[in-house]
């Protein structure tokens, strides 16, 4: 099993930036696909950025805004959060899948961290 706790929400401005990071337990995920996503009251959750050994995805809402990255010695992945706008306030939450490519669909990640809340002000 794997654990995965997120941390560094919070409130921010709009304009600012916060860093997001996930820290794994339980097993080594270097070889996994991770990835963030968000769900804001009313909305479906959505993938925001993922990372696997082929590569890294955004998705457009956040291209040139966001940066995701991962440092396997300390088993963590973060997400650069700049250019923070209204639209991005929600519930952020890591996953982590065994499949080693990025995929978007979040029924196919198979464990979930519980989430971290990040509010812009306008």
């Known amino acids: 099993q794997v654990q995965l706790v997120e941390s560094g929400g919070g409130l921010v401005q709009a304009g600012g930036s916060l860093r997001l990071s996930c820290t794994a337990s339980g097993r080594t995920v270097s070889s996994y696909t991770m990835a963030w996503f968000r769900q804001a009251p009313g909305k479906e959750r959505e993938i925001v950025a993922a990372?696997?050994?082929?590569?890294?995805y955004y998705a457009d809402s956040v291209k040139g805004r966001f940066t995701i990255s991962r440092d396997n010695a300390k088993n963590t992945v973060y997400l650069q959060m700049n250019s923070l706008k209204p639209e991005d306030m929600a519930v952020y939450y890591c996953?982590?899948?065994?499949?080693?490519?990025?995929?978007?669909?979040?029924?196919?990640?198979?464990?979930w961290g519980q989430g971290t809340q990040v509010t812009v002000s306008s």
């Open positions: 990372v696997s050994w082929t590569g890294t």
């Open positions: 996953a982590a899948s065994t499949i080693q490519y990025i995929k978007v669909v979040s029924t196919l990640y198979d464990y």
